[in-house]
Structures are given as structure tokens and as C-alpha cells.
């Protein structure tokens, strides 16, 4: 089973609908962060949560936000949909390790069209 | 100024060939680097960590270079497999902590 998982995988939905994505992990890890990727601008951060009290805007937060409903769960809303927030997104959660290296581990991702 | 800038490619190679790719970051707070390899419409996944006196893993070597700002991915012998688009990351230990990702370098390895 995959330790990182999102639902959808694909959904498409009209402009000014609201349309969560989920994600949950059973990595036990601390740190969730969602992203977005669009070609050729790579993967951008959209938010974070270093535990179930804390949430960070990431470089891209405007028209979204997020809940941290528990450890292993994080999920991404997009209040009123619109177009250009077409793109594929993802989860990830890491783990602060002794001697300060983290790595990130992804979902599948959910891939989003907003007509 | 993007945090991380790699040459997009593509890189298009026989297989066997020993093909590298540079990156280079612009915040010398930079604390730790990563390379992820991300198969066509796939999430990313860790290739390797890249530690200060460089490293290595079967055929693949990272090297970093603190001075210069930069980090490099050398392929040996290359494999039809290899073939991906390899993402260079930048961890900066500052508010935050945040993650900065390349916008990927493309490899094809041809037959």
C-alpha cells in the first residue's frame, strides 16, 4: 500500500465551484506540504504544516487553503475555482532526521482541470 | 531570481553514453540538496541526497560545490530506463524551512 495517498487521482470541475483534495499518510511523519506543478514552472509550494497546530503559507496561497484535520491527514481547498489553477498537485510529508536532513516523500498526485 | 535554475534540456543520449546535469541555487542559506527523478506524469521520488564531499550510488554521482553555488548529477552508463525528467532541490533552513525545486532537466536515452 502506498504510504501517501490522494484522492482524486482526476477531477474536473467549472469555475467558481469549491472542490477539495485530500491527502493522507501513514508515514507517521509530522510534515505535509501541497503543491502544484505546471510545465515549466516546476513544482510550487502552496502551503505547509509542520504539526496538526501549525499551517504555513507556501509561495503560492492566494485561492486556496488548507485544513490539518490530524496527523496523517491534510487537504487543499480551492475556494472558488478558476482556470489557471489548472495543474497537477501533490502532497508530500518529510521527516526531520538526526543531523537535520529531511526528504520528501509524494502522493500520486491529483491531477485538476477547472473549465 | 528563482531560488533553483537547471538547464531544462532535453538531453537525448545513446545508451551507455555518461551524460551530467548542473544546477545551481541562489541562497548560500541552502542547507541541504536532493536529486528526484519524476517519470512522466508520476510523482517525484528521491534519486539521492547530495552531501558535501559528493557521493555516489551504483552509476549515479552528485557532487556539490558550496563555493560556486552549484550541484551536479553525473549518469554512467546509461540505461533506456534512466530516461525521466531529474529534479534538482534545495532545502533552506530558514522560516520555514522550505523546499525549492528545479524545474527539471529532461533525459531520453536512446537505443
Known amino acids: 500500500d502506498a504510504d501517501v495517498t490522494q484522492t482524486p487521482r482526476n477531477r474536473i470541475t467549472k469555475t467558481g465551484k469549491r472542490i477539495m483534495l485530500e491527502c493522507s499518510q501513514t508515514?507517521?511523519?509530522?510534515?505535509m506540504y501541497w503543491y502544484r506543478q505546471d510545465p515549466g514552472l516546476g513544482l510550487r509550494l502552496i502551503y505547509y504544516s509542520f504539526d496538526v497546530k501549525d499551517i504555513n503559507k507556501g509561495e503560492i496561497s492566494d485561492g486556496y487553503s488548507v485544513s490539518r484535520q490530524a496527523q496523517a491527514k491534510f487537504s487543499l481547498s480551492l475556494e472558488s475555482a478558476i482556470p489557471n489553477q489548472t495543474a497537477l498537485y501533490f502532497c508530500a510529508t518529510s521527516d526531520q532526521i538526526a543531523g537535520g536532513l529531511e526528504t520528501q516523500y509524494f502522493g500520486p498526485g491529483t491531477r485538476l482541470l477547472v473549465l | 531570481r528563482k531560488e533553483v535554475e537547471q538547464d531544462p534540456g532535453p538531453f537525448n543520449v545513446p545508451e551507455g553514453a555518461t551524460v551530467a546535469f548542473n544546477c545551481t541555487y541562489s541562497n548560500s542559506a541552502s542547507q541541504s540538496f536532493f536529486w528526484y527523478r519524476q517519470d512522466c506524469r508520476k510523482e517525484p521520488k528521491l534519486l539521492m541526497s547530495?552531501?558535501?564531499s559528493g557521493n555516489e550510488d551504483g552509476r549515479f554521482t552528485a557532487q556539490l560545490n558550496r563555493a560556486s553555488q552549484y550541484i551536479s548529477l553525473l549518469i554512467r552508463d546509461s540505461k533506456l530506463s534512466d530516461s525521466a525528467t531529474y529534479l534538482c532541490?534545495?532545502?533552506?533552513?530558514?522560516?520555514?524551512?522550505?523546499?525549492?525545486f528545479g524545474t527539471g532537466t529532461s533525459l531520453t536515452v536512446i537505443p
Open positions: 508515514k507517521g511523519h509530522d510534515r
Open positions: 547530495v552531501y558535501s
Open positions: 532541490v534545495v532545502n533552506i533552513l530558514r522560516t520555514g524551512n522550505q523546499f525549492y
